[in-house]
């Protein structure tokens, strides 16, 4: 089969050569993560891109342009962002993407940040049996939210997941 593609239009000229490596999704997840090697993420860990369309530049996250790409859509809908299921902010893989309400992604991103904190707790707490008032000075949650961690991790014993 021979696959005639287009020259690339001037509106979306790319400098360089973008290449993908895969890496290990989490569980759950049919296809490995894209990750791009070729260019680095800024700070936030996000790859952004810069293209110049009907002469003016518009910088834009690339994995909100893949799935723009991927489902047509030539603008990204306002109030939405594009979510990462994997939780790699470098992945780039249309079925890793979902499409957001502004404030259902902070609700996501928040959630994973406490499951974040209170692993991290779990395990200081394991290493240390401090109190829940120890634990909410350290994780900076309420004396209260220590206290029913703990409660929670004594009722869910050792091996709980
Ligand atoms: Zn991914």
Same mark, same amino acid.
């Given at each position: 089969m021979t696959l005639h593609t287009e020259a690339p239009a001037a509106s979306h000229h790319q400098a360089r050569t973008m290449r993908f490596e895969e890496r290990e999704a989490p569980a759950g997840l049919s296809k490995p993560c894209q990750v791009c090697v070729t260019h680095r993420p800024n700070q936030d860990g996000y790859l952004y891109k810069t293209w110049t369309v009907a002469g003016r530049k518009v910088k834009e996250a690339f994995h909100r342009f893949i799935y723009r790409a991927h489902n047509g859509w030539d603008e990204w809908p306002a109030g939405l962002e594009c979510d990462h299921i994997c939780g790699n902010?470098? &992945? &780039?893989?249309p079925s890793h993407l979902r499409p957001l309400q502004v404030s259902d992604h902070k609700k996501v991103t928040n959630t994973l940040r406490y499951a974040e904190r209170e692993e991290a707790a779990h395990c200081h707490w394991l290493a240390t049996g401090c109190t829940g008032t120890a634990l909410a000075d350290k994780f900076g949650v309420t004396a209260s939210t220590g206290c029913r961690w703990i409660r929670q991790w004594t009722a869910e014993g050792p091996y709980a997941p």
């Open positions: 902010r470098a &992945c &780039c893989e």
